[in-house]
């Protein structure tokens, strides 16, 4: 069993900064590949961003690009997301993903979550 703890959201003003953290309880670099998704109220979880294991390879949904970066560090068991310039419309849960085989977009491809962490920007 994974756990998977988030941390660093906020209430923050737009064009701020925060850098989400999502801790887990076991090594996961060997094996795991992750991702962050978001849930904004009334709305679908979608897709944000993912990481394979090593880190060395990332893809974020389009809309995404440019002020979102995802990264981890394997010796810390955590993978961070960076969003600067944040904006009214990125008010949502962010939640952290993982999966032993899963490297995708889709919900459904990750078997552990995370509780999340909210993140509210005021405009």
């Known amino acids: 069993q994974v756990q998977l703890v988030e941390s660093g959201g906020g209430l923050v003003q737009t064009g701020d900064s925060l850098r989400l953290s999502c801790a887990a309880s076991i090594h996961t670099g060997s094996t795991y590949a992750m991702a962050w998704f978001r849930q904004a109220p009334g709305k679908e979880r979608e897709f944000v961003a993912s990481i394979k294991r090593t880190g060395e390879t990332t893809y974020y949904t389009n809309s995404m690009k440019g002020r979102f970066t995802i990264s981890r560090d394997n010796a810390k068991n955590t993978m961070y997301l960076q969003i600067n310039n944040l904006k009214p419309e990125d008010t949502a849960v962010y939640y952290c993903?993982?999966?032993?085989?899963?490297?995708?977009?889709?919900?459904?491809?990750?078997?552990?979550w995370g509780q999340g962490t909210q993140v509210t920007v005021s405009s």
């Open positions: 993903a993982a999966d032993p085989t899963a490297w995708g977009t889709r919900v459904d491809s990750y078997l552990y």
